[in-house]
């Protein structure tokens, strides 16, 4: 029967691509990778650099005091949207913050119940990829993600474990002490 054996060739295929998804996803690739341009499929728009701290301090307030924070809010974009996917309402947050008290972020690193791992941030915009420390050693953490999103929005927060510097990459992360965000004009 020649269609049980193209039937079964599909399905290995198949089931090869679903192997491959599942070991090049987050925590799969290497700590030594430099950060991607593109990733886990995010949508981007215009990123416009940003550096005051307030907008980020009053999102991610577990991650203490910023130093300095270089960021973009953009709206996601619209072209060959499809139904359910983000709208122009929603605001992609991504940016790397440095923190005044690097001890605050090394504590969770330090904390085994967060379970850190080797990660790479994905679909990082260029314009915030010229910003990254050199060197970095990326690791992150699903349930560190969730402390700081606290389940209300999609967040993935990565830390370099050499300069304790944090990557964040949220949709329309809600404000701990206010209004929502609103994407950088550009």
């Known amino acids: ?57 009053s999102r991610f307030p577990e991650l203490g005091r910023i130093g300095s924070t270089t960021w ?22 991504f940016g790397v913050l440095r923190p005044q008290d690097v001890a605050a972020v090394r504590a969770y690193l330090d904390d085994p119940s967060y379970a850190f791992a080797a990660a790479v941030p994905q679909d990082v915009p260029e314009k915030i990829r010229d910003v990254l420390p050199t060197g970095a050693r990326w690791v992150s953490s699903e349930t560190f993600d969730a402390l700081v999103t606290g389940g209300h929005y999609d967040g993935d927060f990565y830390v370099d474990a050499v300069s304790g510097q944090v990557v964040f990459d949220c949709m329309n992360p809600d404000r701990k002490d206010g209004p929502s965000p609103a994407a950088t004009p550009g």
């Open 1 to 57: 029967m020649r269609g049980t054996g193209l039937l079964r060739g599909v399905l290995s295929a198949v089931a090869v691509g679903a192997v491959l998804c599942a070991c090049t996803g987050r925590g799969g690739a290497p700590h030594a990778a430099p950060p991607t341009a593109s990733g886990h499929g995010r949508l981007t728009g215009t990123c416009t650099v940003r550096t005051e701290t307030d907008p980020i301090a």
């Open 72 to 93: 973009c809010g953009m709206q996601p974009a619209s072209a060959g949207r499809l139904a359910g996917a983000p709208g122009p309402t929603d605001v992609r947050l």
